[in-house]
């Protein structure tokens, strides 16, 4: 068959993307989709949720992981160095699973509560379009716990 | 020679922001004793200075700064970091100072632009 005339190239109002419309004689009408556009438009969709810094996501790991290392339990000298590698194992641990093309930095601290002052704070040199960061104060009755985890895209 | 020459030049020099690090401390924290009115201000004075002395290095890094400060009244202080990256190109360096009436303990993560 011959095509008639490209007569139109519009948009495909059930998946957004530009589509050609050729009829031809006997009234056939095909409807061509450009492979690359079609592609791109189900990467571009499926790719926002893999590449980006999910606050709530990675909240909800660190949380965990500090609830099932330290839970209950107080503050012991001879423990705390140990607790302190655990949460950041357990942390980093869950995040290289979350399979995001993202480099990561988790940090721990965790201070008697004793009437002292404790005071942190960070900055960051990085691209602020895809990189985040996230931290979570949590705390029982005899210590505070502070995590920030820093995620750099690759 | 030229593989040793590269490596030396990819990864992280942790000395030399070591000194960065101790330099912006003093400039910052100095003489003075801990003040709950005025450890909000240090602290992000001290990693603000740090920053941007690190980036002066002019180096194709994304850096973290970290920075915390405690009292000293006997309490215990534990800190504790965990890096998922690319070792030999992507180093930390933790700096850890003291006066008489305080601890500040200051961490720069560097992490290499591909």
Redesign the interface.
């Known amino acids: 068959m011959v095509p008639i005339k490209n007569v139109f190239t519009g948009e495909d109002l059930i998946c957004p993307r530009r589509v050609h419309l050729f009829y031809f004689e006997d009234n056939f009408i095909v409807i061509l989709v450009p492979v690359s556009e079609t592609l791109a438009t189900m990467d571009d969709f499926m790719s926002e949720d893999k590449t980006t810094f999910i606050v709530e996501e990675v909240s909800k790991i660190i949380k965990d992981s500090v609830e099932t290392v330290i839970g209950e339990n107080s503050y012991k000298h001879g423990r705390v160095n140990q607790w302190t590698t655990s949460v950041v194992e357990q942390c980093l641990i869950q995040l290289s699973k979350l399979d995001k093309p993202f480099k990561f930095i988790v940090n721990c601290i965790i201070m008697q509560k004793n009437g002292a002052g404790l005071q942190t704070a960070s900055t960051c040199f990085w691209d602020n379009t895809t990189d985040g960061s996230c931290t979570v104060r949590w705390e029982n009755d005899t210590m505070y716990v502070i995590i920030s985890v820093f995620g750099l895209a690759i | 020679m030229e593989e040793y020459q590269n490596g030396s030049e990819g990864s992280f020099n942790s000395e030399e922001a070591e000194n960065v690090v101790k330099e912006g401390i003093e400039s910052v924290l100095g003489g003075d004793d ?1 003040s ?1 009115t005025h ?2 201000k ?3 004075a ?3 200075r740090c ?1 941007t002395q ?2 002066k290095l002019n180096k194709p890094y ?25 070792t030999s190109m ?1 180093g ?1 360096c933790t700096v850890r100072w003291e006066n008489r009436t305080m601890y500040c303990v200051v ?1 720069v ?1 560097a ?1 290499c632009i ?1």
Request: overall charge negative; charged content about 10%; some cysteine.
């Open positions: 801990y709950q450890v909000n240090w602290t992000a001290v990693v603000e920053l690190l980036v994304k850096y973290i700064v970290t920075c915390s400060v405690m009292q000293k009244t006997g309490a215990g202080l534990h800190t504790a970091n965990s890096c998922y990256w690319d992507d930390s961490s993560f992490v591909a």
